[in-house]
């Protein structure tokens, strides 16, 4: 199971950290990524980060403002968001994926979703 947290209100320029926890002793073993959905469009993605943590890949988008993250001992992972734009309010997603790659993009190569976390960016 996978839980994300820490979304909220945020004024434009400012910054938030999201976490998503994970129950179970395989966490290490899945690509982690962090997708969003704003209202009305398509859940896209974010971030991803390989297994142990070494190598990320964003969007476009988020490239440079916001950093992906995990601790396998604490079996979490983390989107650290910074700099943050009005176009960045959306509900935030954090997925694992089995499959055996490096870094993830495709949101279908996720088996696993957590529940989302709102985080609405305000001016």
């Known amino acids: 199971q996978l839980q994300a947290s820490g979304g909220g209100p945020v004024q434009a320029g400012g910054s938030l950290r999201l976490s998503c926890a994970a129950s179970?002793?395989?966490?290490?073993?899945?690509?982690m990524g962090w997708f969003r959905q704003a209202p009305g469009k398509e859940r896209e993605f974010v971030a991803t980060?390989?297994?142990?943590?070494?190598?990320?890949d964003y969007d476009d988008s988020v490239k440079g403002r916001f950093t992906i993250s995990r601790d396998n001992a604490k079996i979490t992972v983390y989107l650290q968001m910074s700099s943050l734009k009005l176009e960045d309010t959306a509900v935030y997603y954090c997925?694992?994926?089995?499959?055996?790659?490096?870094?993830?993009?495709?949101?279908?190569?996720?088996?696993?979703w957590g529940r989302g976390t709102l985080v609405t960016v305000s001016s």
């Open positions: 997925a694992a994926s089995g499959l055996d790659a490096t870094l993830i993009v495709g949101s279908r190569a996720y088996d696993y």
């Open positions: 980060v390989s297994r142990s943590g070494g190598r990320t």
């Open positions: 179970g002793r395989t966490f290490s073993s899945y690509v």
